[in-house]
């Protein structure tokens, strides 16, 4: 049963360009999505997050969106640098305050130039 | 301020064998979580450690078991080895609280013979 879902195992985006990254989820209790960051050999960095109670959050380039209704968020990337190259992972939480995070497959993006 | 490191980084086993691995926190941090990520898969929870007790746990055998240290290290075990056992097992760790803050290790990568 996979909770969060990342329905594109990759995404190739020209340098300077829009990445957008999606996610779907399935658990109407999550209220806390995360977006973290994974280059080979390393772990999983965190990125950006969101509260069930706002529809967007906004970081220097990261913007996430999040749409409850339609159990659904993303990822924007703009613009798109090839340092940015590597796999995105959304992640989900019923509570701000658990560390168990459910995470989806992953999104491998490829910006080139 | 370091980081979260984990030993070692590759390992060789035969199914039916026991395996330990470690995590050494990052600096005032005294939560940590395990995860396991298979080929291709997001990484799934294995459970969590608050100073020192299981503080949940995520949908594993009893084979997979672990101990935090009085200062906050971990140790992730698992016995009787599986081929499917095969994975980057990944350790963060955070402040209690707060599914943002956790800071992940560089993982171990366990290969099951």
């Known amino acids: 049963d996979q909770q969060v879902k990342q329905n594109s195992p990759s995404l190739s985006v020209q340098e300077g360009r829009i990445s957008i990254l999606n996610c779907d989820y399935t658990?109407?209790?999550?209220?806390?999505f995360l977006w973290y960051k994974k280059y080979p050999a390393e772990g999983p960095t965190f990125l950006i997050s969101i509260s069930s109670i706002k529809d967007k959050n906004e970081d220097g380039r990261f913007t996430v969106f999040l749409n409850k209704s339609a159990k659904h968020l993303s990822l924007h990337i703009v613009p798109s640098q090839p340092g940015d190259s590597a796999v995105y992972f959304c992640?989900?939480?019923?509570?701000?305050?658990?560390?168990?995070?459910?995470f989806g497959t992953g999104t491998r993006l490829q910006v080139f130039p | 301020e370091t980081g979260v490191t984990q030993s070692p980084t590759h390992l060789i086993k035969t199914r039916g064998q026991q395996v330990t691995l470690r995590c050494s926190s990052q600096?005032?941090?005294?939560?940590v979580s395990w995860y396991q990520q298979a080929l291709g898969q997001g990484p799934q929870f294995i459970f969590q450690?608050?100073?020192?007790?299981?503080?949940g746990r995520g949908n594993f055998p009893p084979r997979f078991s672990g101990l935090q240290f009085p200062n906050y290290s971990s140790e992730l075990n698992v016995n009787a080895l599986e081929l499917d056992d095969s994975a980057l097992y990944l350790c963060a760790s955070s402040r209690s609280g707060g599914a943002y803050e956790q800071y992940f290790g560089p993982g171990t990568r366990l290969t099951v013979t």
């Open positions: 450690y608050y100073r020192e007790e299981e503080n």
């Open positions: 600096s005032g941090h005294n939560t």
């Open positions: 658990n109407s209790m999550f209220d806390y």
């Open positions: 992640a989900a939480s019923e509570s701000y305050n658990t560390d168990k995070l459910i």
